[in-house]
């Protein structure tokens, strides 16, 4: 079969024969991006744009005008992205492509580091610590530091990264980070510091690298050595940056430099879907870009080829309100569909409730479960969804995390109240006994041989003769255990019971052990809130232990094909994705937009984005819900409809009504002045919901 060529004008030549035909194979907007000049670029690729497309082309093009292949660079954010788009150009190209320099920016920086390793003290053949190696690490450093972990609830090593991280990346102090994103510690901040220095040259001593560092070492090298700087900027012609709104201060600065003799920088990102800003990435980058390179031309990419007329939308007019942006608006590339769906719903039970029937309802129609996924703000919020779709056998996929009975924090929350309902368990004594300080696995067997012999083991362990067991070191702890099983006898509700263990020294594990001890806590709210339904222990768990219990079977008659599951994921972990149909619960205000945001104007701007995201994962249905009254710890509390939902056009939606014709109308706190409220640490007002005259 012959080849066809195809001609084209170009700047690197006058006349060039391409393989590709780029005017026939991209779009108006997409081929200026694929063709531009030299010089610097600023690609806003608007979600569903075809942004990779795009970028898969530009170097497809560079390489059909003769530009050598190592002398272009191709960052990514994932390895997999990088595979894929050189992958795409080879299959282009009917060539080998593997010249180019691309990956990620931890890939290129390793592999430019250990060609300059000497000149920033370290061996060629340093070893990179992955995150256990990391902790291991932080860990030794603790100790050689003579810090007693257990007396002074010193962070964990995953909170250590965390924080170290976060300061390198962001070229912050570590008292700033520990101040602002862990409170928590502030106590410890001087400890901190002192850990920090002795990891640092722990590392450096050892020839040892953690991912952070591949990136400060290698922004460092160019900083300190103007030459090798040089060497490399005039090296790579063509600076290819995806994703670039996910940008970190020490990855543009690296950008910046590498692209300084050539000017040949194309940096193509959304800044509608900057949400990272938690692992250190700077929004300002991609909107500081123009200035950083006054002669850049920008382009935009707003042809939307994913998502129906409604649904771009409501997206547009939602991101209008942001206040930084770049100006744009997506287009459908797709006939009309149907508008989104707006549901307010009586409880947190009924919205999961609606959440399944509809998957239920549209597979009866001819989707597959593989086209639905529901999106949620934090991962806390899928657990109401994650019982009622096993209930029903509808198989899901949870992206978000492992499945919510399966954390750790709930099992050993329910561990506590598993031996209050049968106290010769010994696997809950086990667990909940070796959370305590200076108990191992040795000793918690021993406490529950000593406890198991008594015909009262409850009793038992409240005793004075289980502390001659106890070490020494451990006794203090011991006896703050002793007072709490104390208290949780006096109770009969499980939802207090919850309640009174959350908020006991096991706060106190959960922020000495996890980075992200407040979504736990919020977790651990959502399942105190569950449990109010439930008069005694026996029927909670019971109820618990059934829906565990069953395994999400398929609803798919017949083995042929892949698995069908529909996808739980918070949005963060869904963005880059797309499905046929979309549901987004918790649309309340304070919990999407989150109540932790709450008067910090750039994280609220960037729960706008997030909302944004949610809604641009949605080809052909989006349903948005919120329950109009949640149960937790401190009673159930009238929500409000998330601030996002409320400026929009109500022409924008379709409203649907699934509650009763009694509860209709939206609930408005100052129409029961009579009803008690009381103030939350979360921003929302608690009430007694049974005084109101529609719930009873």
Known sequence: MAQHKYILKTHFNAEKKFR??????????????????NGPMLVIAGAGSGKTRTVTYRVAYLVESGVPLDRILLVTFTNKAAREMLSRVEMLLKRDVKGIWGGTFHHVG???????????????????????????????????????????????GDNLCSIFG????????????????????????????????????????????DFDDLLFYWWKLLADNPD??????????????????????IQAKIIDILASHHGNIMAVGDDSQSIYSF?????????????????????????????????????????????????????????????PILLSLNTVNEQAIFIAQRMLELREQGHSLNDMAVLYRSHYQSMEIQMELTKRGIPFEVRSGIRFFEEAHIKDVLAHLKVFHNPFDEISWGRILKLLERVGARTAAKI????????????????????????????????????????????????????????????????????????????????GGYAVQFKNLETLLSALALVSGIESETIVEGDSGDKEA?????????????????????????????????????????????????????KDELYLSYPLIYSGYDGQVIMRTSRYLEELSSELYEKWDAQEEEAKDEIEIGDYDHVEIKSRDDGFEAIDISQLDFMK
């Open 20 to 37: 590709i035909n780029y005017a026939q194979e991209l779009t108006a907007e997409q081929l200026p991006v694929v063709t531009a000049k």
């Open 110 to 156: 390793n592999r430019i580091l250990r060609k300059h390793a000497k000149e920033i003290g370290y061996k060629p053949n340093f070893t990179i610590l992955d995150r256990a190696d990391s902790k291991e690490l932080i860990d030794a450093a603790i100790t050689e530091a003579n810090i007693d972990v257990k007396a002074r609830r010193f962070p964990k």
């Open 166 to 209: 976060l300061a390198v990346n962001t070229r912050r102090k570590i008292s700033d980070v520990v101040a602002y994103n862990y409170p928590q510690f502030e106590p410890l901040t001087d400890e901190i510091e002192d850990i920090f220095n002795r990891y640092q040259q722990r590392k450096k001593k050892n020839s040892l690298m």
């Open 228 to 249: 090798i700087a040089q060497t490399y900027a005039k090296k790579f012609m063509h600076v290819l940056v995806d994703e670039y709104q996910d940008t970190n201060l």
């Open 279 to 339: 692992r250190g990435a700077h929004f300002k980058n991609i909107m500081k870009f123009p200035k950083v390179y006054p002669k850049a031309k920008l382009f935009k990419l707003e042809l939307n080829h994913r998502s129906t007329p409604e649904i771009l939308n409501m997206a547009n007019a939602s991101i209008a309100q942001a206040k930084e942006k770049f100006k744009k608006s997506l287009r459908p590339n797709r006939p009309q569909g149907e508008k």
């Open 448 to 527: 529950f041989q000593f406890i198991h012999q008594s015909p009262k083991p409850l009793e038992e362990i409240l005793g004075k003769e289980v502390l001659k067991i106890v070490p020494s070191g451990a006794e203090r702890s011991f006896k703050i255990f002793q007072s709490l099983l104390r208290e949780l006898s006096q109770l009969d509700s499980p939802s207090e019971m919850i309640k009174m263990i959350s908020r006991s020294s096991y706060e106190d594990h959960l922020k000495n052990q996890y980075p992200n001890y407040r979504e736990r806590m919020e977790d651990l709210e959502q399942l």
């Open 566 to 618: 529909c996808v739980l994921s918070t949005v963060h972990q869904a963005k880059g994705l797309e499905w046929k149909i979309v549901f987004v619960p918790w649309l309340a205000d304070g919990r999407f937009p989150s109540y932790l945001s709450f008067g910090k104007e750039e994280e609220m701007e960037e729960e706008r984005r997030l909302f944004y995201v949610a809604i641009t994962r949605a």
